[in-house]
């Protein structure tokens, strides 16, 4: 496939998760690997890249967080309806060969493309400590697909409404000091991500952060996506990018750049 081609098909199911999140099955064959992601097109509501949640038997899933424009318009579509695509774009998560354990920090929709990495890890063997942390047990996502998958789920709330009452990468630092751990893999909110990466970095684990910026174009041209001060460009060099890496980024956790390029 081109990276400037667009398919457009029908919506095969779309399903309500928790929250404001919602699931679309697309009924297309991506050959997609865990963290990578598709420029998503609504024709009137322009394009986004979303990760991709999930592909097994000719079908791809994507899960989609309603909170600006383009994705309320999305968890509106029924199925039937049509949607645009391109991709797969970026790179991916890697599950090392020598691996026995993997712990795995997610948060809000960011638990999407965890569930896909989650669900090869688990069918190549790997244990997986699967931890999810949310302001409140409504919020929770995929706790029951990753449960399905074999994964050991650690659940945390702000609330206390499942499980202890603190974040996730408080989780994930007792995990790490009570196991073995061969590698992390964090998505989620940046303030979480940049703590994720942090405990990794001081016990000498491995770790991979999924980096998102405002996209236009999604394969390396436009420049929207490049950070400060390396220069890196998140959509061809990410998101998937090694925690150390993400932690020389000037902006990971502080700032990030909208449409027009101003700092927020
Ligand atoms: C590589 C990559 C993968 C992504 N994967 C996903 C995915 O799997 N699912 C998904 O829902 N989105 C994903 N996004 C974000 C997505 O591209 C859009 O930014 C998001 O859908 C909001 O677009 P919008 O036009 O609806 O709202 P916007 O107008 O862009 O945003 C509306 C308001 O919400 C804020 N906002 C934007 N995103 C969030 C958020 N996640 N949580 C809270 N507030 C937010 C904005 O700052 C703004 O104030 C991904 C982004 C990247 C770069
Ligand atoms: S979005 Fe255009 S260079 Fe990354």
Redesign the pocket.
């Known amino acids: 496939m081109k990276n400037d081609e667009f398919i457009v098909v029908r919506l095969e199911e779309v399903h309500r998760e928790s929250g404001d999140?919602t699931t679309l099955t697309i009924p297309y064959k991506l050959n997609s690997k865990p963290g990578q992601?598709v420029m998503l097109w609504l024709p009137g509501k322009?394009e986004?890249?979303?990760?991709i949640?999930g592909e097994k038997e000719g079908k791809f899933q994507?899960?989609?967080?309603?909170?600006?424009?383009?994705?309320?318009a999305v968890s509106k579509l029924k199925k039937g309806d049509k949607i645009g695509f391109r991709g797969p774009f970026?790179t991916h998560f890697k599950i090392p060969k020598d691996s026995t354990s993997l712990a795995m920090v997610g948060g809000?929709?960011g638990s999407?493309?965890l569930s896909y990495l989650a669900e090869e890890a688990t069918a190549q063997g790997k244990k997986v400590y699967f931890i999810e942390g949310a302001r409140t047990k409504a919020r929770l996502l995929f706790t029951e697909r990753m449960k399905q998958a074999g994964a050991e789920v650690l659940l945390c709330t702000d609330d206390g409404s499942e499980g202890p009452k603190c974040y996730s990468p408080d989780v994930l630092k007792t995990v790490l000091e009570t196991h073995k751990i061969d590698k992390v893999f964090t998505c989620g909110p940046e303030i979480m991500m940049k703590k994720v990466a942090e405990l990794s970095k001081e016990a000498k684990i491995r770790c991979e952060v999924?980096m998102?910026?405002?996209?236009k174009c999604g394969i390396g041209i436009c420049g929207q996506?490049c950070v400060d001060d390396i220069g890196l460009c998140?959509?061809t060099n990410g998101?998937i990018i090694p925690g150390d890496l993400a932690l020389e980024i000037k902006e990971f956790g502080s700032y990030h750049r909208d449409s027009t390029g101003k700092k927020?």
């Open positions: 999140t992601f322009g986004k890249p979303i990760s949640s994507v899960s989609v967080c309603a909170v600006g424009p383009f994705s309320e970026g809000g929709y999407a493309p999924s998102e910026r405002y996209m996506c998140l959509c998101p927020v």
